[in-house]
């Protein structure tokens, strides 16, 4: 069963950094795309950032500039890097893992807030 754990987010003021952090069992990591999603309180969930298998990266144009998305093979684990944190980032924060054969998976959220 394919687990995915988010821990990191927090209470920051505007300008601050966070780091997030994903990791994951019970796929075979390395050949899976990651993503972060966040979603606002009466919000559609929207894409941050996507990372493919081979390190292709991808950012919804907000971020761009200021987020950064990497990847561990060995650790089984995605990182969001947030920096120039801004009020309107404030959000839960998912995890995304779509799997070589066409699954989604989802962690269970994390909550970021930007107090300006």
Known sequence: QVQLVESGGGLVQAGGSLRLSCATS????RLDAMGWYRQAPG??????ASI???G???????????FTISRDNAQNTVYLQMN?????????????????SGYDY???????TVSS
């Open 106 to 112: 989802w962690g269970q959220g994390t909550q970021v």
């Open 43 to 48: 919000k559609q969930r929207e894409l941050v």
């Open 26 to 29: 019970g796929s075979i990591f």
């Open 84 to 100: 120039t944190l801004k009020p309107e980032d404030t959000a839960v924060y998912y995890c995304n893992q779509h799997s070589s």
């Open 52 to 54: 493919t298998k081979v």
């Open 56 to 66: 292709s990266t991808n950012y919804a144009d907000s971020v761009k500039g200021r």
